[in-house]
């Protein structure tokens, strides 16, 4: 068995840009943005076919005029969803993501405790458990010895 103190000191920060094409590379979400396209446009046309099947009457009701209105709502949200992602797309490469990472720890050391046993000439087991505060860690380990 043992007891001890585990200290961390790591760089304290990490910092750095990302070119937007490697976050959306255009190849795979351009067929996505036009098969968008294409499901707005038939989607968009299923709803003024059925409006337009609808007699005078019928389009003066307010549940139909409640679905039509619900229907064009959502494919303009739909449409502006769409678009704005056709942006980001097609201005891949022109700009990038600027990031900033601080990995100062709260606490540098850590207490310890830790056991190990040899269960026979081949086999032995290690466990280890660190903690202080927000960081805890556990190590466990199985080993086996050839006999050559």
């Known amino acids: 068995m043992w007891i001890g103190g585990f200290r961390v000191k790591m760089g304290s920060s990490t910092s750095g840009s990302l070119n937007t094409a490697e976050l959306f590379p255009i190849d795979q979400w351009q067929d996505k943005i036009d098969n968008s396209y294409q499901k707005l446009q038939e989607s968009q046309q299923k709803v003024d076919v059925w409006w337009n ?20 709502t959502a494919l303009a949200t739909f449409g502006k969803v769409v678009d704005g992602a056709s942006q980001i797309v097609s201005g ?23 056991s190990q ?28 010895r050839f006999n050559l």
């Open 117 to 144: 046993y040899q269960i026979n000439r081949s086999w032995m087991v290690r466990a280890e458990y660190g903690f202080l505060g927000a960081r805890q860690q556990l190590i466990f380990g199985l080993q086996y």
């Open 53 to 72: 099947g609808l007699s005078s009457t019928e389009q003066k009701n307010p549940a139909n005029v409640a679905k039509h209105e619900a229907a064009n």
């Open 92 to 114: 891949a490469g022109e700009s990038s993501v600027q990031y900033s990472l601080n990995k100062t720890q709260k606490k540098m050391w850590n207490f310890l405790v830790g």
